[in-house]
């Protein structure tokens, strides 16, 4: 149990200098220390006697596991609302008969509810920033900004080769880029979203990434996730589509790419090269049969950061970066047939360290001076015990479930799974997606 010597009512809201002690972190036991700010002000063995005088609040991590928070580089939040809504089909059908004929009927208020649940997921599940793509965006940053938690947002920029659809998707990024700046909140950034090089003309992923260059943000895109967009891509620019990419500056160290199941060598290499982090999503793949698994193997020969996502929850179907830390080494092992591929301690840095990296939200490792986002790992529980290698039973045991504690940007989010106003989101967003799928089945 992971206690607290006042009130829990009032540790959370804003910060408050925090000292959590007795906790293992790196495999040492150590205390944190969180002096109301956003960073982490001290860690180490027994540093309880320097601080428990000025700590507003004391919690006893009970040898808990402490890690950073975990960063999931590719989703799209609020498809939350379509949770199981549609499985088991093909891609094309299940994009073309079920979800796109969903998404035309979206609001901004159920972007704002989707995103709310999302987040709430998250938080419960021990991930504190995340790379979303969608649309109403505006709305998704006024989640992002009540939940506290950290977000790269974009509008998903879909031209398909039409000049007036791109002048309007120019201006929806203009104005999404231009509202998170306003906002202000060190928690949340803008970037483009170009969606992929099969909706967006070679004319809007250039205008994306001079966009990008000159407002120094990021670019989230989905890249080579099945045989037949290569193929396409092949037929109509006689090129891969990392190459047309590059050709149209899209690759860059702040660019995230999502998927990467077809990508050659080369392309891996070329990726590499560039900078860009790739986005490994293998629940998603595996759910939708894109009949290949990322190169990880090549990737990382090739020096690329290589990081990890859920994608949205139609899916997948759900946000819990546990589960896609343990999927990714499984499905690893299995695809390249080598169980010596994507090892624990390997896997769990691609949500962290390799993740925050991606994000440019801080370092993903625990430290003095670090942002203070900190979860806590019960180790009184079945998938802790024993706890011979820590590493393997986050990995390979533990899923989200575990997650008792949640800190982001020095607030406490969760404390011993309680999460404040949890019912309220839950009650919005079940009412949010009702509608949605309601008005979806009304004849216009
Ligand atoms: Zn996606």
Redesign the pocket.
Known sequence: MITTDTETADIFGKNKSVLITNVIADNKPVDIFIDAAETISDIGPEIRKRHRGEAEFILDGDGALALPGLANT???AAMSLLRGYADDMILQDWLGQKIWPLEAHLTGEDVYWGTKLACLEMIRTGTTAFND?YFFMEDAARAVDEAGIRALLCYGFIDLGIAEKREHECRATEALVAHIKAMNNPRIRAATGPHSPYTASPEGLKWCAEFARDQQIGIHI?LSETEKEVNDCVSQYGKRPAALLDECGVLTPRTIA??GCWLDDAECALLAKRGVSVSH?PA?NMKLATHRALPYPQLVRAGANVCLGT??CASNNNLDMFEEVKIAALLQKFFWNDPTVLPAPAALLMATKNGAKALGFGTGVLAAGAPADIILISTHASCNTPLHNAASNLVYSCSGAAVETTICNGRILMLEREIPGESEVLTHAAHAAAGLVKRAQTPA
């Open positions: 590719h989703t799209h793509m989905h999502a998927h999503n998603s994608d949205g």
